[in-house]
């Protein structure tokens, strides 16, 4: 059987001794990062907007059914 007390414990005591005696860090952050992020946001927009223009009528139906509404007559998709 595990003891989580003394697992919890452990794990503070060797993170705290990482922070405690951690050596001096030169990190670079590329210029370009900012873009890839921006990139990354847009591309999941984009994605998102495309996946419910495409199968919208669908996601109703589907939201109806889980409301209890009637489905969309005009639909062909069932």
Do not use: E, H
Not at 10 to 28: D, E, P, Q, R, S
Not at 39 to 62: C, D, E, P, R
Request: glycine share 8%; hydrophobic share 45%.
């Amino acid at each position: 059987m595990i003891n989580w007390k003394n697992l919890i414990y452990f794990f503070i005591f060797f993170m705290g001794g990482k922070l405690i005696f951690c050596t001096k860090v030169c990190a670079y952050q590329d210029l370009g990062s900012g873009s890839y992020f921006i990139q990354i946001i847009l591309a999941a927009l984009f994605g998102g907007s495309f996946f419910l223009t495409k199968y919208w009528k669908k996601v109703k139906n589907f939201l109806g059914r889980v409301l209890k509404r009637k489905a969309d007559p005009t639909d062909d998709n069932k």
